[in-house]
């Protein structure tokens, strides 16, 4: 089964780059029929997509935060990350990992989650 | 302001039946991509209720269906429990901007 664990720093300070790690296990990420993505919650605010990527080597990302997101996998070490630069107090959020089922058409759901890591945006 | 539009909250009486909506438009849900339903409660990370529409995963009680028409969608919980309270989310793919969507959320809330 399964199963997805996030890490990194949970204080980052502002203007510096939010880098955060995705461990996948029970599983090969390169080998299974998941996409794999993060998905980031304000205090107290609903859920937003921040990018997906496939094994394919494809990657989608929220087109309000393009110009400063990176994701990319590890399948020597069974992870994907998510790098975001230039953070401000607004970037304070929980951040999730996930994973869906690929299917025909892009959209998939979610249906495997880390339970996400609080970062906080400070000096 | 979220591309699928959700109404903040809801409320119903034990028993009864309560659904939430999801707005969209052309260019998601009326494009025909698929709608996914999501229940979160407090600290916790979102867990699929539906997915496809209205495909239910295993362990989900058919309490809960999921229905799309048009241009919206709608999650519906038949004999509505304590338990159910919690936050519910619509996700679907938005060709205009080229990913995931979710809407802002619903707060169910058992009277």
């Known amino acids: 089964q399964l199963q997805l664990q996030e890490s990194g720093p949970g204080l980052v300070r502002p203007s510096e780059t939010l880098s955060l790690t995705c461990t996948v296990s029970g599983g090969s990420i390169s080998s299974s029929s998941y996409y794999w993505g993060w998905i980031r919650q304000p205090p107290g605010k609903g859920l937003e997509w921040i990018g997906s990527i496939y094994k394919s080597g494809s990657i989608y990302y929220n087109s309000s935060l393009t110009s400063r997101v990176t994701i990319l996998q590890d399948t020597s070490k069974n992870q994907f990350s998510l790098k975001l630069s230039s953070v401000t107090a607004a970037d304070t959020a929980v951040y999730f990992c996930a994973g869906g089922r690929i299917t025909f058409i892009p959209g998939g759901a979610f249906d495997i989650w880390g339970q996400g890591t609080m970062v906080t945006v400070s000096s | 302001q979220s591309v699928l539009t959700q109404p903040p909250s809801v409320s119903g009486a034990p028993g009864q039946r309560v659904t939430i909506s999801c707005t969209g438009s052309s260019s998601n849900i009326g494009a025909g991509y698929d709608v996914h339903w999501y229940q979160q409660f407090p600290g916790t990370a979102p867990k699929v209720l539906i997915y496809?529409?209205?495909n239910r995963p295993s362990g989900v009680p058919d309490r809960f269906s999921g229905s799309k028409s048009g241009t919206s969608a709608s999650l519906a919980i038949t004999g509505l429990q304590a338990e159910d309270e919690a936050d519910y989310y619509c996700q679907s793919y938005d060709r205009s901007v080229s990913g995931w969507v979710f809407g802002g959320g619903t707060k169910v809330t058992v009277l």
């Open positions: 496809g529409d209205s």
